[in-house]
C-alpha cells in the first residue's frame, strides 16, 4: 500500500453560473474540488489549510474511517471545526474499499460548494469483476444557489420558514446551455465501440436526482463502491451522497446525445429551478444537432423505486456478502419532519425533523471528544430510544405529534450487530429521505410502502444479496430496512442526507463502545485536533 498526499487549502473563488457570479468557499479555487485517487488500502493524509472566514470541516463519505474517528469529518460529532487561519491533518486508510465516494465540507450548508470525488482502485494487479472499460470518466452532480447559500440557511434558521431551493444544477461544476446566459455544458467525448466506465456522483444538497443518457442504456456495476450485480437501466436514480459505477457501450456510429439530471419532487414543494445537462459526443460528428429524450417526473416515483429494487450485492465467491443473521438490536426509527411552535419565528411555528420524536440539537464541544476523555456530561446523554415513544399510523396522513430537542446517542457495544427499520412518516407530507450512516456499511434488506408489518414483513427480508450502501433512500411514505454491525469505536453520526432535514434535526448518533483488544480502540486523538 502507498501512501497519497493532498493539500487542501480552502479559498474564496468567484464563480459564474446562470448569468449571475458570486464569491464561493472551493477547496484549491475549484468546483466541483479536486479529486482524490487511491488504491484499496492505502494511506491517505490531507492537509487541511482554512483561508476562508468560515469554520469547517471535511467528511469522507463512505469511507469507514476503521479505528480513524477522528478523521470522519463532522463538524462537533467527532471534531470541532477548523477556525479561519487554522489547520488539520486528515489521515485514513483505505482498508479494505475500493470504488467511487465523494468527499464534502461537514458543517452547515458548506458542501453546496465545497464536495468532490474520492477514486478509489482495485489493489494493483486486481481486476474489476466486469469486463475492462477502454476508460474511466467522473460525473459529479451539484446543486447551486444564486444567493450566499449559507445565508439561505441562517435566514431559514432564524425564520422558522423552509429555506429557499436551488436555482439550478450543474454536472461537473456546469450548468448546461441556459436560455439568456452565456454558458456551457460538460461535454463527454466518446469513440464508437468502446466502454467507459462512469463514476457518479450525487453532491446535490437537498435533490435526490434521475440521471439519463439520451439513446443509451447504462449497466450498473457498483454502488456506494460495493459491487452489485449487474443490470441495465435507462435511467439512474441517486440519493444526495449516493455514487453509481455504471458503463456506458458507446453503440452508435456516431452523434450528439444529452444528457439530463432531474429531481425527483415526490412532495408538495413546487420546483422551477433549473435542469442541468451536459451533451455525449461521438467522435467524428459533424453536426451540431443534439438527440434528447424525456427525463422523469413522469412516473418518476416507479421508477425510483424500480432502480432501488434492482439493486443486488455481487455475492460472488471474491466479493461475498455476509449479512449478520442474528441481531442484537432491533431498532425502529420513525423519521419525518413536523412543526413546532417557536415564539421568535415569523408564523410563531418552525418547521422541524426528528427520529422517534427527537430533534437533535448540535453539541458545542465535539461529542467524540466528550467520550473520549469522559466528559459527555452536559454534552449529550445515551439514551436515544430505540423505537417511537407512542406507535402511531406513521402514514396515515396527518399527525399533529410534539418533538423534543436533545442531544442523545444510542450506544452499542462493539461488534454488536444492530437493525434499523426507517419509518418514514408523513407527519407534515410523506417526503422520501436518503439516511446516511457514517463509520459502516450496512446492508438494505428490505424495503416497502405504507406503514411496516412487524409480522408479514420481515418474511420478505433478502439475507443472501442484499445491497450493500453507506446511503440508502427511506421511500416516501414507506420504510426501509437495515443491518450493519459495530465494529468500529467511535461515534457515528446517522442522518438524512437532504441537508435541510439534517438542519431541521433529522439526525442522531451511534456510540460505539471500544472492544477488550487493544486493535479494537479508538486510538487516542492526534495532536492538531482543533479545539472548539
Ligand atoms: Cu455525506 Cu454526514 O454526510
Request: proline share 8%; with cysteine.
Amino acid at each position: 500500500a502507498n501512501i497519497r498526499r493532498y493539500k487542501f487549502n480552502v479559498v474564496m473563488k468567484n464563480m459564474t453560473k446562470l448569468c449571475s457570479t458570486k464569491p464561493i468557499v472551493t477547496i484549491n479555487g475549484k468546483f466541483p474540488g479536486p479529486t482524490l485517487y487511491a488504491r484499496e488500502d492505502d494511506n491517505v493524509i490531507v492537509n487541511l489549510t482554512n483561508n476562508v472566514n468560515y469554520n469547517i470541516t471535511i467528511h469522507w463519505h463512505g469511507v469507514k474511517q476503521l479505528r480513524t474517528g477522528w478523521s470522519d469529518g463532522p463538524a462537533y460529532i467527532t471534531q470541532c471545526p477548523v477556525q479561519p487561519g487554522g489547520t488539520f491533518v486528515y489521515n485514513f486508510t483505505l482498508t479494505g474499499q475500493r470504488g467511487t465516494l465523494l468527499w464534502h465540507a461537514h458543517i452547515s450548508w458548506l458542501r453546496a460548494t465545497v464536495h468532490g470525488a474520492i477514486v478509489i482502485l482495485p489493489k494493483r494487479g486486481v481486476p474489476y469483476p466486469f469486463p475492462r472499460p477502454h476508460t474511466e470518466k467522473i460525473i459529479v452532480f451539484g446543486e447551486w444557489w444564486n444567493s450566499d447559500v449559507e445565508a439561505v440557511i441562517s435566514q431559514s434558521t432564524q425564520s422558522g420558514l423552509p429555506p429557499n431551493i436551488s436555482d439550478g444544477h450543474t454536472i461537473n461544476g456546469l450548468t448546461g446551455q441556459v436560455p439568456g446566459c452565456k454558458s456551457r455544458g460538460y461535454t463527454l467525448h466518446v469513440e464508437t465501440g468502446k466502454k467507459y466506465l462512469l463514476r457518479i456522483i450525487n453532491a446535490a444538497v437537498n435533490d435526490e436526482l434521475f440521471f439519463k443518457i439520451t439513446g443509451h442504456n447504462l449497466t450498473v456495476v457498483e454502488v456506494d463502491a460495493t459491487y452489485t450485480k449487474p443490470f441495465d437501466t435507462e435511467t439512474l436514480f441517486l440519493g444526495p451522497g449516493q455514487t453509481t459505477n455504471a458503463i456506458l457501450t458507446a453503440n452508435h456510429p456516431q452523434g450528439n446525445f444529452l444528457m439530463t439530471i432531474s429531481p425527483f419532487m415526490d412532495t408538495v414543494v413546487p420546483v422551477n429551478n433549473v435542469t442541468a445537462t451536459a451533451i455525449l459526443r461521438y467522435k467524428y460528428t459533424r453536426t451540431q444537432s443534439l438527440k434528447s429524450s424525456k427525463i422523469p417526473p413522469v412516473n418518476a416515483t416507479s421508477i425510483a423505486l424500480g432502480f432501488s429494487d434492482s439493486l443486488r450485492s455481487l455475492n460472488s465467491p471474491d466479493y461475498p456478502t455476509n449479512v449478520p443473521l442474528k441481531v442484537d438490536h432491533s431498532l425502529f426509527f420513525a423519521i419525518g419532519v413536523g412543526v413546532n411552535p417557536c415564539a421568535t419565528c415569523i408564523n410563531g411555528t418552525k418547521t422541524i425533523a426528528d427520529i422517534n420524536n427527537v430533534s437533535f440539537v448540535m453539541p458545542t464541544v465535539a461529542m467524540l471528544q466528550a467520550h473520549y476523555f469522559n466528559k459527555s456530561e452536559g454534552v449529550f446523554t445515551d439514551d436515544f430510544p430505540g423505537r417511537p415513544s407512542t406507535p402511531f399510523n406513521y402514514t396515515g396522513g396527518l399527525s399533529n405529534l410534539q418533538t423534543k430537542n436533545g442531544t442523545k446517542v444510542y450506544r452499542l457495544q462493539f461488534n454488536a450487530t444492530v437493525q434499523v427499520i426507517i419509518q418514514g412518516t408523513s407527519v407534515i407530507a410523506p417526503e422520501s429521505h436518503p439516511t446516511h450512516l457514517h463509520g459502516s456499511n450496512f446492508f438494505v434488506i428490505g424495503k416497502g410502502l405504507g406503514n411496516f408489518d412487524p409480522i408479514k414483513d420481515p418474511k420478505k427480508f433478502n439475507l443472501v444479496d442484499p445491497v450493500e450502501r453507506n446511503t440508502v433512500s427511506v421511500p416516501t411514505a414507506g420504510w426501509t430496512a437495515i443491518r450493519f454491525i459495530a465494529d468500529n469505536p467511535g461515534v457515528w453520526f446517522f442522518h438524512c442526507h437532504l441537508e435541510v432535514h439534517t438542519s431541521w434535526g433529522l439526525k442522531m448518533a451511534f456510540l460505539v463502545e471500544d472492544g477488550n483488544d487493544s486493535n479494537e480502540k479508538l486510538p487516542p486523538p492526534p495532536s492538531d485536533l482543533p479545539i472548539c
